[in-house]
């Protein structure tokens, strides 16, 4: 038997440190999809520190199921990739999160391969796809988010089906990018390019954007924001999840994936190897691999980790999703390098 578990009311669940994340709103209509409920194991109590890059609507969901079933109240600091990494960093020598929930793999996998990473395999995480999961059990991706173009329907009359269609005429100056530095899938999708196509063809293709017009504005939520609102026609790599709750809301884009080929990012968690309470951070870990948690990613348009829970209605399947024939290993090892030589080239930053 579990201990009994103590109510939380929803508001109250997440600390004042909450801001903005990685992606844009999603809407409430999602929750009545979750149908499992996962049972807490007996013993764990107290508090817990979450630092995610990720939705902050969806964290929220998983925080409130989580303490509902474990009556464990968990604190959340949200933010883009940038910002979540900046704290983790400057928080070297004193962390204090117990459980980091990033949108980005490669710097879990610089996290890990640093020693910050307590090694847990998550309960249920067995049944995850191939690849999902980090070396050695340090970090696991928990749900995953297709990069593509999003066209505003209403701004421009020819609609683009790969990335290099983007360099035309019909998109000079119409074209807008998460800027990578911020937004960890944008990091991971140029990783992937310059691993499949090579650094000299991947530059290739962002000289003639950049020549074309093409503008980086902040992270995922703002890029996405712009072309809403019609300053420009077309995200380059924005997050499947974020057009799909737009459209689901009447607002006028499509969602396409680049005949190419494009990533799917699993956004992994780990646990910090320092976490103040990590009875209760593996439980959250199981929590999130559990049905009840990955129906909960599923609801908020994201592609869950298992194969076995549904994604939502009108949205597309990982396998339905053509996919760079890169690794993620590959992507660890050059996403600091890449990220550090397109941030010299394009953004003026040494």
């Known amino acids: 038997m579990t201990l009994s578990r103590r109510a939380f009311a929803a508001g109250a669940l997440a ?20 149908s499992s409920t996962w049972t807490a194991p007996a013993g764990i109590s107290g508090e817990l ?5 990720n939705p902050q609507e969806l964290t929220d969901d998983l925080v409130a199921a989580f303490t509902k079933a474990s009556g464990v109240k968990v604190h959340v600091f949200a933010g883009e990739t940038g910002k979540v990494t900046a704290k983790l960093d400057a928080e070297w020598a004193n962390p204090q999160a ?3 929930y990033l949108a980005s793999w490669t710097p879990a996998a610089k996290y890990a391969a640093d020693g910050r990473a307590l090694a847990y395999r998550p ?33 421009i009359s020819v609609k683009p089906q790969d990335w290099a269609d983007l360099t035309g005429p019909d998109y000079k100056g119409k074209v807008v990018m998460p800027d990578p530095r911020e937004s960890g899938t944008a990091r991971d999708l140029i ?53 799909y709750d737009a459209i689901a809301k009447g607002e006028p884009l499509q969602v396409i994936s680049p005949s190419s080929g494009t990533t799917v990012t699993p956004r992994p968690v780990f646990i910090l190897k320092d976490s103040k ?18 129906q909960i ?29 890169f690794t993620w290993d590959q992507v660890k090892a050059s996403g600091s390098d890449v990220l550090a030589e397109f941030t010299k080239r394009y953004l003026g930053a040494a």
């Open 15 to 34: 600390s004042a440190l909450v801001l903005a994340g990685c992606g844009s709103a999603t809407d409430d209509s999602s929750k009545a999809q979750v």
């Open 49 to 53: 520190t979450l630092y995610s890059a």
């Open 98 to 100: 117990d459980i980091a």
């Open 123 to 155: 309960a249920e995480s067995d049944k995850i796809r191939d690849g999902w999961a980090g070396n050695s059990d340090l970090f696991t991706g928990r749900d995953g988010s297709a990069l593509t173009l999003v066209v505003n329907t209403k701004a």
């Open 191 to 243: 990783a992937a390019m310059a691993a499949v196509w090579g650094k000299d063809k991947t530059w290739e293709l962002f000289d003639k954007l950049f020549a074309n017009g093409m503008s980086v504005h902040g992270a995922n939520g703002p890029a996405l924001d712009d072309v809403t609102a019609g300053s420009h026609a077309v995200v380059l790599g924005g997050v499947d999840y974020s057009a």
């Open 277 to 294: 309470n990590p009875a209760a951070a593996k439980a959250f870990l199981d929590f999130m691999f559990a049905q009840q948690g990955q």
């Open 297 to 325: 990613s599923a609801a908020h348009k994201m592609i869950p980790a298992r194969p076995d829970v549904a994604v939502a209605a009108g949205t597309r399947k990982f396998e339905d999703v053509k996919q760079l024939a």
